[in-house]
């Protein structure tokens, strides 16, 4: 017997933002929309978000891939990237294509994109579920000596174990990320918080994900630990858990819901 073949990706789309086209791709669906928000260097066709996608076309739930600005498929320079203008990429996305409630899925530094959004549009955000979510990464990820050099407007480049590109950080990103840290109080999102993160992840420490649920004010905050998990919790039993999490959530928010 074979398999069937795998849903066809719905259309690659563009919205104009500031001059600069933004690519996304949007499936329609039964609601809330899911909506993946990619990791720092990373863009829609993740392996997360399409299999996240497939999962939607499989049950018929409507569901946005999105690149930020110079990720991607999105035109503009990715150096000229910063968290306030990637939140800000996000929020014209989910106000200009989908329609009603969205869940924010946010992987790594997606995840702290998925607070700041969550913040800007709060009425519209149904739920988030985290992935190894990254928030205040620009203060505990980094030594003084890179903070020193970041702070005096210089660029960071390092060898990434993930591409053959250097892993780029502009002093106005880092700038951008220091003025919108949320872990230093409450951070007053009561929506349903699903957070996954790996014990084995070396590059984001799973103690963040428990401090971000202690921040948030919600009381329906779960956190999920993968002792044997790394950052990118890519493998098929992550994935196939972190789909068991978003399709749980929606069934919670939505009892009728695939």
Same mark, same amino acid.
């Given at each position: ?6 849903? *066809? ?7 104009? !933002? ?25 863009? *829609? ?26 990720? #991607? ?10 968290? +306030? ?14 329609? #009603? ?11 702290? $994109?998925?607070? $700041?959004?969550?913040?800007? *549009? ?5 739920? *988030?579920? %985290? ?15 890179? !903070?020193?050099?970041?702070? &005096?407007? +210089? ?10 590109? =250097? ?13 919108? &840290? ?6 007053? $999102? ?5 957070? @996954? ?18 921040? $948030? ?11 044997? %998990?790394?950052? !990118?919790?890519? &493998? ?5 858990? @972190? ?11 939505? =009892?009728?819901?695939?």
């Amino acid at each position: 017997m074979t398999e069937s073949p795998a849903p *066809m990706p719905p259309p690659l789309a563009f919205s104009d !933002r500031a001059g600069v086209r933004l690519a996304y791709r949007h499936r329609t669906g039964t609601g809330p929309t899911l909506v993946f928000l990619p990791g720092y260097m990373s863009d *829609m066709e993740g392996g997360k978000a399409v299999a996240l996608d497939t999962w939607a076309a499989e049950t018929g739930r409507a569901m946005l891939r999105l690149d930020y600005a110079g990720c #991607g498929a999105s035109e503009g320079a990715f150096r000229d990237g910063t968290l +306030e203008s990637w939140r800000d990429d996000v929020v014209q996305l989910v106000e200009s294509v989908v329609e #009603g409630p969205v869940v924010l899925i946010g992987s790594s530094m997606g995840g702290w $994109l998925m607070l $700041l959004a969550a913040l800007a *549009m709060t009425p519209r955000i149904a739920g *988030m579920v %985290g992935i190894a979510a990254a928030p205040d990464f620009t203060g505990w990820g980094f030594s003084d000596e890179k !903070r020193a050099t970041l702070a &005096r407007g +210089e660029t960071l480049e390092e060898a990434s174990e993930y591409s053959d590109e =250097p892993y780029v950080t502009t002093a106005a990103f880092w700038r951008s990320g220091e003025a919108n &840290r949320l872990l230093g109080g409450p951070i007053p $999102l009561t929506c349903p918080v699903r957070l @996954l993160h790996g014990q084995a992840d070396t590059d984001v420490p799973w103690r963040v994900s428990v401090d971000l649920a202690a921040a $948030l004010t919600g009381s329906d905050v779960t956190v999920t630990l993968v002792k044997n %998990g790394d950052h !990118r919790l890519s &493998r098929k039993e992550d994935i196939d858990r @972190l789909i068991r999490t978003v399709s749980e959530l929606c069934k919670q928010l939505e =009892p009728n819901s695939p």
